[in-house]
């Protein structure tokens, strides 16, 4: 592994189920995010997570939840899809320095019918 | 409310010089950051401006004007594979990033 992973790559999720994106980076970065990108709209947080064992809401939370039990991981779970949020979604981790840059994971395409 | 203005699409010829501006209104200010995202990819990180003036890296340089709330993104020697969405973003007083729309940049031949 380098960098960040996120799986699946792609899903198509029937309204109503539950779904669990998986997210694990390798660089011992503290801190992680969970973004949606919609067409036209600028990226939004989900949740985030600055250390291990800690998360926080970000701007649009309703619908998901996180965990962070460890450093290298962190799932986002919807506990009962609905059709709004069919998104893009890319996990990030940053590096906690001077400028904090964050990475994104290459993404997972999620559309619920 | 927080907000982050880009054009949302520009076009450019190939060899050409671009300038993509970002104009920001936010609660606080703590960095300002410059992202490519080619389509169906991930963002990928190309500048970050914290204090005011211009940083150079390469064929691309970002520009900050703090009181203005202002910056640009300049690109020189446009290449076709330039042809991305560019996002600004800026690290708000709760230290987190507010993000714009991203500009849609065409490079024609």
């Known amino acids: 592994i380098a960098g960040i992973t996120q799986a699946p790559t792609s899903q198509i999720l029937a309204a109503g189920r539950r779904m669990t994106l998986r997210c694990t980076q390798d660089?011992?970065?503290?801190?992680m995010y969970w973004y949606r990108q919609d067409l036209g709209l600028g990226l939004r947080l989900i949740h985030y997570?600055?250390?291990?064992?800690?998360?926080g809401k970000g701007e649009v939370p309703d619908g998901y939840s996180v965990s962070r039990a460890n450093t290298d991981d962190f799932p986002l779970t919807l506990a009962s899809a609905v059709p709004s949020q069919t998104s893009v979604y890319f996990c990030?981790?940053?590096?906690?320095?001077?400028?904090?840059?964050?990475?994104f994971g290459p993404g997972t395409r999620l559309t619920v019918l | 409310g927080q907000n982050i203005d880009q054009p949302t699409e520009m076009t450019a010829t190939e060899g050409a010089i671009v300038q993509i501006n970002c104009t920001y209104q936010?609660?606080?200010?703590?960095?300002l950051f410059w992202y490519q995202q080619h389509a169906g990819e991930a963002p990928t990180f190309l500048s970050y401006n914290v204090l005011d003036g211009l940083e150079e890296k390469g064929r691309f340089s970002s520009f900050l004007s703090r009181s203005k709330g202002y910056s640009y993104l300049l690109l020189k020697e446009l290449q076709m594979k330039d042809s991305a969405s560019y996002l600004c973003?800026?690290?708000?007083?709760?230290?987190?990033?507010?993000w714009g729309a991203g500009t849609k940049l065409i490079i024609k031949p």
């Open positions: 660089m011992r970065h503290n801190a």
């Open positions: 990030a981790s940053s590096d906690g320095g001077p400028t904090d840059t964050q990475y």
């Open positions: 936010t609660s606080g200010f703590n960095g």
């Open positions: 997570s600055n250390t291990a064992g800690t998360t």
């Open positions: 973003a800026v690290r708000d007083s709760n230290y987190q990033l507010i």
